[in-house]
């Protein structure tokens, strides 16, 4: 089946500094979601894109469906310790009776 | 606040007795979904609902059952649960089939003793 890039594994950074996520798939999609999941939660969603190009902001996070629709990132700028978890992307291929892939996720940890 | 809830938020049964997760969506969301989750995996679909068609995944296995008697409420049955049924399940809604976004509870943490 389709399967989800998602790269880094983990990332140890230090309070303040910026940090990059991506994931990458096989085929096209038509909707890329990024989700945060804390410890014991379930995740929650912070972006979604829709369309190819598409740059879309949430406060510090910026996330980016890429040209090629088999792309997508996700930025964090001035990162904070309450920005630690596990960030997932998950995509969609296509618009009708289709369900999301997700990729095996990226653990942040803030160093204050 | 509209909100996808799960109860309990942990649940501990014994090796091979019955158990039953629930979930209830505010959202009046057509679609509901249940996942499993283990320890630093993703989420894996075991199944959906759209409206009252029951939708299972190739290889969720039969030991997991689900029902949704309302549009609210959705419930996964383990009939038999094993220790390898031991995980953290999720349950998510979405407006419609054909729209990406998924709205997650926070999760059942099931233990088998």
């Known amino acids: 089946g389709q399967q989800l890039n998602q790269s880094p594994q983990s990332m140890f950074i230090q309070e303040g500094e910026d940090v990059s996520m991506n994931c990458t798939s096989s085929s096209i999609f038509n909707t890329w979601l990024w989700y945060k999941q804390d410890p014991g939660e379930g995740p929650v969603l912070l972006i979604a894109l829709y369309k190819a190009g598409e740059l879309t902001s949430n406060g510090r996070l910026t996330a980016q469906f890429g040209i090629t629709r088999k792309d997508s990132f996700l930025n964090i700028s001035a990162s904070i310790p309450s920005d630690v978890g596990i960030y997932f992307c998950a995509g969609q291929e296509n618009s009708g009776y289709s369900t999301l892939t997700f990729g095996k996720g990226t653990m942040l940890l803030v160093s204050p | 606040d509209a909100m996808v809830i799960q109860n309990p938020r942990y649940q501990v049964t014994q090796f091979g007795k019955p158990v039953t997760l629930s979930c209830s969506q505010t959202l009046n969301h057509n679609v509901m979904y249940w996942y499993q989750q283990k320890s630093s995996q993703a989420p894996k679909l075991l199944f959906h609902y759209y409206d009252k068609d029951f939708n299972n995944e190739a290889d969720t296995p039969d030991n997991f059952q689900s029902r949704r008697p309302n549009t609210s409420f959705c419930f996964l049955d383990i009939r038999s649960p094993g220790l390898g049924d031991a995980a953290m399940y999720l349950c998510?809604?979405?407006?419609?089939?054909?729209?990406?976004?998924?709205?997650f509870g926070p999760g059942t943490r099931l233990t088998v003793t």
């Open positions: 998510a809604t979405s407006r419609d089939r054909g729209l990406g976004e998924q709205y």
